[in-house]
């Protein structure tokens, strides 16, 4: 069964008195536990599709489902609840909360999202910061760190409420080539050990070497889906 | 709740300098309203008191129409022995009456055998006038303190008057009045005392026994011109007016026309309209601060939400509900007027602390060197500080909302 599955997809926008058609008729699906990449130039589509997937838009029409639901039917507050249940986000700035410490960052969702009792969050933080290899900056506030530190945070933190699908969207885009892939090597290793699906969209040729199902999109198309030699 | 005052008071300290500036405008309009209503009120208190403590009573019992002709104290208008007994029944039985005083107002002559001058009169019982208005004799300028307010035979005199006349204690004067029927009765009177002047109705009259002020104008009855009532709490004016009304102002004669009336302190004093000023300047000042608190907490929190919109954005994104975006921005605001009051309340009471070690004096009509003690009630700054809490979370409602109903996807683009 697919955890996403996209059917004749379109995200029609309109500024001012113009339309733009975002996306054009997609149709794809994504498997559990797959490490998968939306690739293409800058206004092809990407982060649309993973607005989508991450029930933060709306398709214009076609199907969009997210672990069998229909994404469409959301509103705001259900598609935070759905949000803040199945799906984690990690940002191309990284998007740390600046007044919490590395620990309270990776604790926010439980915290303020899903109400985890205090010894079984605390619990789940220290596992989260130990495999992402910041249990020792757990103190520190995010301006105290590197960019490199700064996205492992933010991976801890999409992966803390165990969610089934984690979205990045130019995850790497702010970080040298070596901690670039060093971050796609960790989401590749939590994926190994949570089981949880990546997606994420790039523009650089070097980083998409390393997701196992290449999407191709240019101008709201699919170009074609190649799978990997990773995979 | 707790993990959202932890993360308000985070993001409060994230701009220390712009928490401080508002928190100190929080607390200059906190100290400036507790001050002036402190100040303000003891002022009224002290005014209140000074009419109703030194002349007027609470309360005063009067016969039907007496008051529409007060400046002329019309002698056919005094209440007669049975509406005096009605009237003392029903004083007697009411349990918020401490006390009352009956009296019998004149106007006169006075002579001091070389000039004649005018003077108003009141006849009253030595023991229950100083009891009902026990200001009275602390304006006693000159004369034996200890002696009885005015025994038979003597009278206080108001100190304009002595000036006027060159009388002193001591000195032997002619009363001179006309009675109800219009004839002329003088007597000799020796003073016993100088009264300094009060401000409002009665300040300036001078004070016979009332046993004197019949034997003056030729009463063969009990009759009395105003029963003047202390009450043992006066903040429950209201409550015994009302009930005084009831009682005594539905008796009838036998026409059927009402025959007594009740009066407040505040319906026979003009000042009473300063006390109402001082109430309403009281309202607008607390106005102000309200306009205060208001737009400074919600130029802080709009600030805060639009420095903060890919903040916003981002934890929208990871699910935190809107009604928890809501809240966060909330409880800045909330821990803005609680800190905000709670320092406004320190100062305040230090400040009223100081004044009250200062001691400093003014005059008020007449009277000088008055001290100003300031105080305030508890209820007064629990009020202002509830007041002054629920405007800052009100002025944070508006950009609060709209953080939380921002749209992550435009905030995460935001730059």
């Keep these: 069964m697919s955890l996403v599955r996209a059917e004749q997809l379109v995200k029609t926008y309109r500024m001012g008195d113009v339309e733009v058609q975002a996306l054009k008729g997609v149709d794809f699906s994504i498997e559990p536990s797959s490490f998968v990449a939306f690739v293409g130039p800058s206004g092809s589509g990407k982060s649309t599709l993973l607005n989508m997937i991450g029930c933060l838009d709306h398709p214009s029409s076609g199907k969009l489902a997210v672990l069998d639901t229909d994404v469409a039917t959301l509103d705001p507050r259900s598609g935070a609840t759905f949000r803040g249940e199945h799906i984690g986000f990690v940002f191309q700035d990284f998007n740390l909360i600046p007044v919490l410490t590395v620990y309270e960052n990776v604790e926010y969702p439980l915290r303020m999202v899903q109400k985890w009792p205090l010894e079984k969050r605390r619990a789940q933080v220290l596992r989260l910061l130990e495999a992402v290899g910041m249990a020792d900056q757990a103190d520190k506030r995010p301006d105290q760190l590197s960019g490199g530190q700064k996205q492992r945070v933010a991976i801890a933190r999409a992966l803390v409420s165990q969610p089934k699908l984690v979205l990045a969207d130019e995850p790497t885009a702010n970080l040298d080539h070596d901690t670039a892939y060093r971050v796609l090597q960790l989401m590749k290793k939590m994926r190994d050990e949570f089981g949880t699906t990546f997606v994420f969209s790039t523009h650089d040729p070097k980083i998409m070497g390393e997701a196992e199902t290449i999407f191709t999109l240019e101008d709201g198309r699919l170009q074609n889906e190649k799978e990997s030699n990773h995979a | ?415």
């Design chain 2, 1 to 415: 709740m707790l993990d959202v005052l932890a993360i308000a008071s985070r993001n409060l300290l994230r701009y220390r300098r712009r928490t401080l500036l508002t928190l100190l405008l929080i607390v200059i309009g906190m100290v400036a309203v507790l001050l002036f209503v402190a100040v303000a009120g003891s002022f009224k208190a002290m005014m209140v008191g000074q009419f109703t403590d030194s002349v007027l009573g609470h309360l005063q019992v009067h016969r039907k129409g007496y008051v529409a002709s007060i400046d002329n104290l019309p002698l056919n208008l005094n209440m007669s022995a049975a509406m005096v007994a009605k009237t003392e029944e029903a004083l007697k039985a009411n349990p918020l009456v401490e006390t009352w005083s009956p009296r019998i107002k004149f106007g006169g002559m006075f002579s001091n055998f070389a000039e004649t001058t005018s003077i108003r009169i009141n006849g009253i019982d030595p023991a229950r006038e100083a009891a009902t208005v026990p200001l009275l004799p602390g304006r006693l300028i000159e004369g034996d303190k200890a002696k009885p307010l005015v025994e038979r035979g003597n009278i206080l005199i108001p100190v304009l008057l002595a000036r006027g006349m060159n009388t002193k204690v001591g000195d032997t004067v002619v009363v001179v009045a006309t009675n109800r029927d219009g004839s002329v009765n003088g007597k000799t009177f020796v003073v016993q005392g100088i009264l300094e002047g009060v401000t409002g109705p009665g300040g300036r009259d001078g004070y016979m026994h009332i046993d004197d002020a019949r034997a003056l104008l030729r009463m063969s009855d009990a009759e009395i011109s105003e029963v003047a009532v202390r009450l043992k709490d006066f903040s429950r004016l209201g409550q015994a007016d009302k009930q005084f009304k009831q009682t005594l102002g539905e008796s009838t004669n036998k026409e059927g026309k009402q025959t007594i009336e009740v009066h407040t302190w505040a319906e026979l004093s003009p000042f009473a309209n300063l006390a109402r000023m001082i109430d309403l300047m009281t309202l607008f000042i607390k106005i102000m601060l309200v306009s205060i608190v208001l737009v400074s907490v919600m130029n802080v929190m709009m600030m805060a939400v639009f420095e903060r919109i890919r903040e916003i954005g981002t934890i929208a994104a990871i699910g935190t509900p809107p009604g928890r975006i809501l809240s966060l921005f909330l409880a800045e605001g909330l821990m803005l007027g609680v800190v905000g009051t709670a320092a406004g309340i320190i100062f305040s009471l230090a400040a009223i602390f100081g004044i009250n070690v200062w001691s400093p004096t003014f005059a008020f009509g007449q009277q000088q060197n008055l001290v100003m003690a300031p105080t305030i009630a508890a209820g007064d700054v629990l009020a202002i500080a509830a007041m002054v809490v629920a405007v800052a979370v009100l002025a944070s409602l508006q950009p609060a909302w709209k953080a939380s109903r921002m749209d992550p996807i435009s905030a995460l683009r935001h730059v």
